[in-house]
């Protein structure tokens, strides 16, 4: 079965420290990832996707899939990243399914 | 550009009344997508359309749940008789074409509360 799978509810920490946000996922198929972020009072938006390689906000994620995870990370955070962050994977290219989400809270 | 429109934004109601949920997606985009989002989850996928049909409902409680997209653009999302379990924010979302590589676009979800 398809599943993401986000550990922490809330992850706390000061601004300058660095932050990885935990994402796991079982798919038989070749993944598809995303890291989707809602700050607050904003609608949900994607951050980032594996296959582009890219750094957003400074933030980078890996696939690995021997370890089947795709974690989110960034050397040094923020006060405005400071959000709600979801893991999602693409099955069949068209469905998304969600994890449940990790809250970052990035204290000054 | 606009993007996607939901209305309304919250909704009150009590049990075994109807309600239902509009979204207009962005212009141009032919795949359109309404997820539940429960309190502490992510979304869950519920329907997906590829202009006016519907190609992924699979996940959508035929009971009670419907949906429909006339002319390929707008759609409506409609629950009758509403539960107290249906009490959640229902997202709308929207891309360009169907495939991984396309963003998803989300408007800013209707919150219901059964009472």
């Known amino acids: 079965a398809q599943r993401v799978t986000q550990p922490e509810k809330l992850l706390s920490v000061f601004k300058g420290a660095p932050v990885e946000l935990k994402c796991n996922y079982s798919?038989?198929?070749?993944?598809?990832l995303f890291w989707y972020v809602q700050y607050s009072r904003q609608r949900l938006q994607l951050l980032l996707r594996?296959?582009s390689r890219e750094s957003i906000k400074g933030f980078t994620a890996d696939l690995n899939k021997g370890e089947t995870s795709f974690h989110l990370k960034k050397p040094f955070a923020q006060e405005e990243d400071s959000a709600m962050y979801y893991c999602?994977?693409?099955?069949?290219?068209?469905?998304?399914?969600f994890g449940t989400g990790t809250r970052l809270q990035v204290f000054p | 550009e606009a993007g996607v429109v939901q209305s309304p934004r919250y909704k009150i109601i009590e049990k075994k009344q109807p309600v239902a949920f509009w979204c207009n997606p962005i212009?141009?985009?032919?795949?359109l997508y309404w997820y539940l989002q429960n309190l502490g989850q992510g979304p869950e996928l519920l329907i997906r359309?590829?202009?006016?049909?519907?190609?992924?409902d699979s996940q959508l409680p035929k009971d009670r749940f419907s949906a429909e997209r006339l002319k390929g653009v707008d759609s409506t999302l409609k629950i009758q008789p509403a539960e107290l379990g249906d009490s959640a924010v229902y997202l709308c979302a929207s891309s360009p074409d169907r495939g991984a590589y396309n963003e998803q676009f989300f408007g800013p979800g209707t919150r219901l509360t059964v009472l």
């Open positions: 798919y038989s198929g070749s993944p598809e």
């Open positions: 999602a994977l693409s099955v069949n290219t068209d469905k998304l399914i």
């Open positions: 594996h296959i």
């Open positions: 212009s141009g985009h032919n795949t």
């Open positions: 359309y590829e202009n006016e049909e519907a190609v992924d």
